[in-house]
Every structure is written in structure tokens, then in C-alpha cells.
């Protein structure tokens, strides 16, 4: 039986550094590769030396629910890790962001990642790890990030509760929480007539944060704020009302 990693979100940023890393933090035979460029997944196999198996599709689709169960089901493999790293943002008031891109980062950010966990965890066996992308964004409201906001706040919300789910089968969930990190995610994000975003307290590269990522895991943490900068934010939000971390933020961005 085959013992392989499954990352989601592979064609870049973190996803994409977490598969170049994967060699050096584990033994497997194999390493599934998810998300919609197949040629960007293809290019990754120059970068790792175990067999990569490209998976190109849409998990925004349900249809590519059905087609991973499918696959996990022929190959009858032993998954020993799984990274969600499939999401997208939109920075942009929710009135402006069109319907379609809103319930687009519900589907993907939260949806497709509820989903592939639940979908890959019969395949997982006891010293399993699974790590959940959500974000600095998750700990407070923020207006013009509204959606994705509240999406990461529910990833980090789902894994921390199923890592205490999975503990009697000693399966480990780590929510790993970035602040701003260098990566084609703006290319999305940002709109090109109208910059929300004027002012990043840090800019991280993907590099760090899946570092810190690797070594939560290896510590059996449940969460991972990687970065000083971060972990200050985090602090700040818990210890202030979100009422005055919201005004701070829009007089930071020179919002109304």
C-alpha cells in the first residue's frame, strides 16, 4: 500500500512550497498534487524527487469530490498527509464583489476544505497529519476583507475542534494561521481600479511559513502563527475590542 501526501492549492505559494519541502519531513510514495493548472502542477515534478501524481481540477466544482473519492477508492492508498492550501481572496466592499466571487470563497475556502478532509480521513491511519491553511484574518472582523475573513475564521475554528476529534485515532490537525505572505494570491486579491490594500504591517515569503508550519507539526501544535509581526496582531485583536480594531484598521488603509 502506498503511502502518499495530498496538498490542495499546489500550483503556488504555500501550497507549492509545502511539495518542494515534503522530501525532507517524511517518507512517502507518492504526492498528490490538486489545483486548476495542470501545466504549473506538471513543472513541479523539476523541484521534488518523489513521484508526483497531477491531479488538475476545480474544488470549487463538487463534481471534483466524486472524482477524488473515485481515485482514493481505486488506489486503496494510506494517506499521511494532507495540506489544504486551495483559497482565494477578493479585497473589495461585499456590495462591489460580484455574488459569484463572494459564494466562490465560501465554496473553495470553506466547502471544498471540509470536504476533502472528510473525504480523505477513511484513508488515514494513526500518525496522520493534516494541515488546514487559515489566516491572521481569522481572529477579527476586518471590513473589505469581510468574506474571506470570516471563511478563515471558520477553518481555524473547524480544525482546532477536530484535532481534539481525531486525538483517540491519534491523527494530528494543525491550523496554520500566515499574516500577509508573498505569493500570486494579490494577482486575485486585488483589485486594479480600486486598491483597498495601502499598507502591509509585514510581508512574509512562503518559504518561512511553511518552515514554522513543519516545525509546529513536528511539536504536535494546534495552531501556528508564524512570525513575531503575526503573533503581535493576534495579541492585539484578543486584547482590544473589535469595534476599535476595525477603526484602527480602516484609518490604517484610509477607509471610510
Not at 51 to 80: C, G, I, N, W
Not at 82 to 107: H, P, T, Y
Not at 203 to 224: N, Q
Request: proline fraction near 4%.
Amino acid at each position: 500500500m502506498k503511502h502518499i501526501a495530498i496538498v490542495t492549492g499546489a500550483s503556488s505559494g504555500i501550497g507549492r512550497e509545502f511539495v518542494r519541502t515534503i522530501p525532507k519531513h517524511g517518507t512517502f510514495d507518492e504526492v498528490w498534487v490538486i489545483a486548476r493548472n495542470q501545466e504549473r502542477l506538471e513543472e513541479l515534478q523539476w523541484d521534488v524527487s518523489i513521484p508526483l501524481k497531477v491531479v488538475a481540477m476545480d474544488l470549487s466544482d463538487p463534481a471534483s469530490f466524486v472524482r477524488m473519492q473515485t481515485l482514493l477508492e481505486e488506489q486503496k492508498s494510506d494517506v499521511r498527509l494532507l495540506i489544504n492550501a486551495a483559497g482565494f481572496g477578493r479585497f473589495q466592499a461585499v456590495e462591489k464583489c460580484s455574488l459569484e466571487d463572494n459564494l466562490g470563497m465560501i465554496d473553495l475556502n470553506c466547502k471544498a476544505l471540509a470536504a476533502m478532509t472528510q473525504i480523505v480521513l477513511p484513508y488515514m491511519q494513526k500518525g496522520a497529519k493534516i494541515v488546514e491553511i487559515a489566516s491572521v484574518a481569522a481572529f477579527q472582523p476586518i471590513p473589505y476583507i469581510n468574506i474571506y475573513g470570516a471563511t478563515k475564521a471558520f477553518v481555524l475554528s473547524y480544525a482546532r475542534a477536530l484535532n481534539r476529534e481525531l486525538k483517540q485515532r491519534k491523527i494530528h490537525v494543525l491550523a496554520l494561521c500566515p499574516f500577509w505572505t508573498r505569493s500570486r494570491f494579490f494577482e486575485r486579491a486585488i483589485q486594479k481600479d480600486e486598491n483597498i490594500i495601502k499598507r502591509f504591517i509585514a510581508m512574509y515569503e512562503p518559504e518561512f511559513i511553511v518552515k514554522s508550519a513543519w516545525t509546529a507539526l513536528r511539536f504536535k501544535r494546534d495552531l501556528c502563527i508564524p512570525g513575531w509581526k503575526a503573533k503581535l496582531q493576534v495579541l492585539g485583536v484578543k486584547l482590544l475590542p473589535h469595534s476599535l480594531i476595525m477603526t484602527i484598521w480602516q484609518k490604517q488603509q484610509g477607509l471610510k
